[in-house]
């Protein structure tokens, strides 16, 4: 099963779905890209992520041209804001998907509620994701 997880940036949300996809079944490929790739990881949504136990820190920043002559099983948008265009996939792809987020990289404020927006981002991922791997994903196996 071939899962690839779109955004613009690939920085944080398509970083922490991917690793929470990885973690539910390593035996997935799975891979994240973004047309705007900013090629590192957004340090909060690392630091997010290894708080609940999943290292995503070796992850790359990938431009979405790399995958683009590759077929996957999924591909699966994750931007989320009106202001954001999400990614299209012109590559061979059997079932396409868009699970929407805030980018909590764009939050202001204080470092509280900076981090809270990345904990409620990430929490968001994590139920979404793991309810499409338990329903998509898991039957076919």
């Known amino acids: 099963m ?7 940036g690939n920085s944080c949300r398509s970083q922490m779905a991917h690793g929470f996809m990885q ?3 390593p035996e997935l490929t799975v891979k994240s890209a973004g047309t705007e790739a900013s090629g590192k990881l957004n340090a909060n949504a690392v630091k997010a992520m290894k708080e609940i136990g999943i290292d995503i820190s070796q992850h ?7 995958y683009i002559n590759d077929e996957w099983d999924y591909v699966i948008t994750v931007c989320g804001g009106a202001n954001e265009n999400c990614p299209v ?11 929407g987020f805030d980018d909590p990289s764009h939050a202001t404020g204080s470092d509280e509620f900076i ?7 990430r929490d968001e991922i994590k139920e979404t994701f793991q309810k499409f791997y338990k ?3 898991e039957p076919q196996l």
């Open 89 to 99: 996939f012109t590559g061979k792809v059997k079932h396409r998907l868009h699970m």
């Open 135 to 137: 329903e998509e994903i």
């Open 23 to 25: 973690s539910f079944n």
């Open 2 to 8: 071939k899962i690839l997880i779109l955004c613009t």
């Open 60 to 66: 790359t920043s990938d431009s979405v041209n790399k």
């Open 115 to 121: 981090w809270s927006e990345f904990i409620r981002v």
